[in-house]
């Protein structure tokens, strides 16, 4: 293979790592395509700059995900304007592939801030309603080591928020892939670049529609968290809360089904109903989460109480004929399955915040395809 077919092929496998988020960083994914190709020690001059390697994740985006990327790009740059102008005191700038349309499967919105503290900028998501987690990252480059304080928030799209001081603001910042200064856009910029890239959009209908629009995510969100409150009988239950439950019975089933949206949420969601009703937690579920999810999500959370009483023997003839007539029967007992599974003292699982994060990641893969 020559020396530019090779670094072609490395840059492609790289692209790819990093399109179906195997890795996140650049080096890493250079460095494990060379592997593949590559039998002894590659030196870094010959592997594939970033740049290349980001013309090609754009190659794979374009022939995967179409016309819907357009419309996701759209989107993407109103929730980012609606959050700018929500904390335009901070002067945020967006920046990333959102800003230069470079997007894919799973980008988040990335935008700079300019505040000495955080936490007038947590205070504002917080009574936004917005849940977010706060990462102090140490990072060593050319022998200093440096602390980046991000923010990380998780709306329709995920955000990552990276504050700096407030005489950063007109810091010229570089690309570590292009080593030029990064485009970056203003409130008034990003405004002006939606206009001129989705002519098709008028703005303030545009916001005022996703503001109205419900978000199930953050339902789902305040349905679980009282479950952590929810006490269960030690015999049945020897794992502890209810929130704990669910969040096992997720894990069991990412493991079992990665790919299937609906069946991870009935095995999140099947509990929920006892936050509001334990007496009949399964009738209180499903009418919280009505109009939320899918008519199969609803049966699997529906009836896997019935399918306890199946395993058992103690479902009536009817009922047990019903059941296995079911198109979702299968689905229903391996839910079966994973809920009694799922009590196990000091397992190891998820926060909501990360299982949420899974499933609208899955969601969007699902509606790019």
């Known amino acids: 293979?020559?020396?530019?077919?090779?670094?072609?092929?490395?840059?492609?496998?790289?692209a790819r790592l990093m399109y179906e988020r195997v890795e996140s960083e650049y080096f890493t994914a250079k460095r494990k395509a060379a592997r593949q190709f590559c039998r002894g020690l590659v030196k870094l001059s010959d592997l594939p700059s970033n740049a290349e390697i980001r013309d090609q994740i754009q190659i794979l985006a374009r022939l995967h995900e179409r016309e819907a990327r357009t419309t996701h790009l759209r989107d993407m740059?109103?929730?980012?304007?609606?959050?700018?102008?929500?904390?335009?005191?901070?002067?945020?700038r967006l920046i990333g592939s959102v800003m230069t349309g470079h997007i894919r499967t799973g980008s988040d919105i990335d935008l700079h801030l300019f505040s000495d503290h955080i936490e007038p900028i947590t205070a504002i998501l917080e009574e936004e309603g917005l849940p977010f987690e706060v990462e102090r990252k140490q990072v060593v480059k050319y022998g200093e080591t440096r602390i980046f304080t991000h923010i990380h928030v998780f709306d329709v799209y995920n955000f990552e928020l990276t504050v700096y001081t407030e005489d950063k603001a007109h810091f010229v910042f570089k690309s570590s892939i292009t080593g030029k200064p990064i485009e970056r856009a203003t409130i008034r910029?990003?405004?002006?670049?939606?206009?001129?890239?989705?002519?098709d959009v008028v703005i303030e209908e545009a916001i005022a529609q996703q503001q109205e629009a419900v978000d199930p995510y953050q339902l789902f969100r305040l349905l679980l968290l009282p479950l952590e409150n929810v006490k269960q009988n030690p015999k049945y239950h020897?794992?502890?809360?209810?929130?704990y439950h669910s969040l096992q019975v997720f894990e069991l089933a990412r493991d079992e089904l990665p790919w299937d949206e609906e069946f991870l949420q009935a095995a999140l969601l099947h509990d929920v109903g006892k936050g509001i009703d334990p007496a009949d937690h399964v009738t209180a579920g499903l009418e919280a989460l009505d109009g939320l999810i899918t008519e199969r999500t609803a049966f699997l959370i529906g009836h896997h109480m019935a399918a306890l009483e199946y395993k058992n023997g103690t479902l009536g003839h009817r009922q047990r004929k019903r059941l296995e007539q079911s198109e979702h029967f299968e689905d229903l007992m391996l839910l079966r399955d994973l809920d009694s599974r799922g009590r196990v003292p000091g397992a190891l699982v998820g926060t909501v915040d990360k299982a949420l994060d899974y499933l609208r990641e899955l969601e969007r893969q699902n509606k790019w395809k």
Request: proline share 6%.
């Open 1 to 14: 293979m020559s020396d530019a077919k090779l670094r072609q092929a490395i840059a492609f496998e790289a």
């Open 77 to 92: 740059r109103l929730h980012a304007l609606c959050l700018m102008r929500l904390l335009a005191r901070f002067r945020p």
């Open 189 to 199: 910029e990003l405004e002006e670049l939606i206009a001129r890239e989705h002519p």
């Open 238 to 243: 020897p794992e502890g809360d209810a929130l």
